[in-house]
């Protein structure tokens, strides 16, 4: 029994010494802990040749235990991690502007805004859209988005599609043109732009001298001002509340800020 439990001191110790190596996020006391552990089982094993021999058979009988051990540690830094990330963007909100002309999905009087930037040939944008109808109505009457245009350069397509979204708000019909768009984010030449108009049955030629009108062009610019003001450079890009997000997180993420900040807006009224 004494032989099993000084087994088990030194597997769980040379786990600990590993996983904290194999983790890039590594605390401020991290070398501490290491050299403790190792004067530990040092002191079980005072010869350094004898120590290094039963550290490599240990890997060498256990793998997955060092696997598995390893790999939970991992995931365990990286929550801490994205927690203390999220804790920072509580204390660094910003403020985005809602302007006239923005699309906007959800009620009015929602406790949490979600502005979204986006570039419609980006196919993260695509999966950050579906979480955001998912969101509304996991939350209806609870959270709103307003979708703002950040088309990037490397995007052959992405700018006019960004006008003829806005071409076709004009007309009420932005979100099912924007669901056309994501749809086929890889063919998105003026033919397609124009075919989807028709299929929404817009007024075609209002809609095309929307979509190369200065108005609408400013409206783009305008998003993408906003956006390098608050040095947003890729997209998909989210902002709950003056919380930014950045990329295509798992659903569970956007419950999470958006619980957080239904909080917030509940201990406020109280």
């Known amino acids: 029994m004494k032989i099993f439990f000084k087994r088990l001191v030194f597997i769980s110790g040379i786990v600990l010494i590993f996983a904290l190596s194999a983790c890039q996020n590594k605390q401020p006391d991290d070398e501490k802990l290491r050299e403790t552990i190792k004067q530990l089982i040092k002191e079980q094993l005072p010869d350094d040749e004898k120590l290094n021999e039963t550290i490599k058979q240990v890997i060498r009988d256990n793998p997955k235990l060092m696997y ?12 801490e991690e994205q927690v203390r990330r999220l804790d920072a963007s509580f204390k660094n909100r910003v403020k985005v502007d809602i302007q006239p002309g923005t699309p906007v999905k959800g009620v009015q009087d929602a406790p949490v805004t979600i502005v979204e930037y986006t570039d419609f040939q980006c196919p993260y944008c695509a999966r950050g ?9 996991k939350y209806d009457g609870k959270v709103r988005v307003a979708f703002k245009n950040l088309p990037l ?4 397509q992405a700018l006019p599609a960004a006008k003829a979204a806005l071409a076709a708000h ?7 043109y924007h669901d056309l768009l994501f749809a086929n984010a890889s063919q998105l030449d003026d033919a397609t732009l124009e075919k989807f108009a028709k299929d929404l049955s817009l007024d075609v030629e209002q809609f ?16 993408k001002a906003q956006a390098a003001k608050l ?6 890009m989210f902002i709950a509340n003056g919380v930014i997000i950045k990329g295509a ?7 999470m800020v958006i619980e957080r900040l239904l909080k917030e807006t509940q201990n406020r009224e109280e």
């Open 68 to 79: 598995d051990t390893i790999n939970a540690y991992v995931r365990q830094q990286k929550a």
């Open 231 to 236: 040095n947003l450079r890729s997209t998909p």
């Open 153 to 156: 350069e490397m995007h052959e």
């Open 170 to 176: 004009k007309q009420g019909k932005f979100w099912p």
């Open 129 to 137: 859209a579906k979480t955001m109808e998912y969101l509304l109505k």
């Open 249 to 255: 997180k798992q659903p569970s993420h956007f419950s």
């Open 208 to 223: 095309n001298r929307d979509r190369q009108s200065d108005e609408i062009a400013k409206q783009v610019e305008s998003d």
